[in-house]
Antibody, heavy 116, light 108 residues
Framework: EVHLVESGGGLVKPGGSLRLSCAAS????????MNWVRQAPGKGLEWVSS????????YYADSVKGRFTISRDNARASLYLQMSGLRAEDTAVYYC?????????WGQGTLVTVSS | EIVLTQSPGTLSLSPGERATLSCRAS???????LAWYQQKPGQAPRLLIY???SRATGIPDRFSGSGSGTDFTLTISRLEPEDFAVYFC?????????FGQGTKLEIK
């Protein structure tokens, strides 16, 4: 069974940094592109970033470009999101999701709160 | 960037009725790379439809997707109590992989 488990969320001050992790299991991680999607409280879904299987292709939303870095470790079946220069508007639940004809599996999410 | 506009914002229907949700794109979605998701409170989204019309694994056949180019539709043929939720469309054919703003399907 496919499982995606995010971790690393928490409370951080504006301008601070945080690193999110997503541990994958139940499938061959190296065969799938992966994504981060966020959802601010009471709002809709916002795609954040995507990374291809071998990390050759990486894409970011304009809202996070230059501040966030996506990466993966295929040996550890893990996905990461390094976030810096955090702003109040980055407050959201962050989900990792697998790409396969849309985003077919999602984690339960980890909450990031940016506040002083 | 492809902007997806969903309508209506809220749809009020009764169990057993038919639901029709719309998703309109600001430009053509390549290769019909259009997906639909269902999200219930406190839960992660669940993939319902991909490729505009293909049902994801385990999705009941009362859910169907149609459309191409810039106009797409999610139809729920006979609403069950568990279908009342928020529905999002998404295009994944180009970057950024944008989502629509969502349609809330509520019990009338």
């Amino acid at each position: 069974e496919v499982h995606l488990v995010e971790s690393g969320g928490g409370l951080v001050k504006p301008g601070g940094s945080l690193r999110l992790s997503c541990a994958a299991s139940g499938f061959t991680f190296i065969n799938y592109s992966m994504n981060w999607v966020r959802q601010a409280p009471g709002k809709g879904l916002e795609w954040v970033s995507s990374i291809s299987t071998g990390s050759s292709y990486i894409y970011y939303a304009d809202s996070v470009k230059g501040r966030f870095t996506i990466s993966r470790d295929n040996a550890r079946a893990s996905l990461y999101l390094q976030m810096s220069g955090l702003r109040a508007e980055d407050t959201a639940v962050y989900y990792c999701a697998r790409s396969d004809g849309g985003f077919d599996y999602w984690g339960q999410g980890t909450l990031v709160t940016v506040s002083s | 960037e492809i902007v997806l506009t969903q309508s209506p914002g809220t749809l009020s229907l009764s169990p057993g009725e038919r639901a029709t949700l719309s998703c309109r794109a600001s430009q053509s979605v390549s290769s019909s790379y259009l997906a639909w998701y269902q999200q219930k409170p406190g839960q992660a989204p669940r993939l319902l439809i991909y490729g505009a019309s293909s049902r994801a694994t385990g999705i009941p056949d009362r859910f169907s997707g149609s459309g191409s180019g810039t106009d797409f539709t999610l139809t729920i043929s006979r609403l069950e109590p568990e279908d009342f939720a928020v529905y999002f469309c998404q295009q994944y054919g180009s970057s950024p992989r944008t989502f629509g703003q969502g349609t809330k399907l509520e019990i009338k």
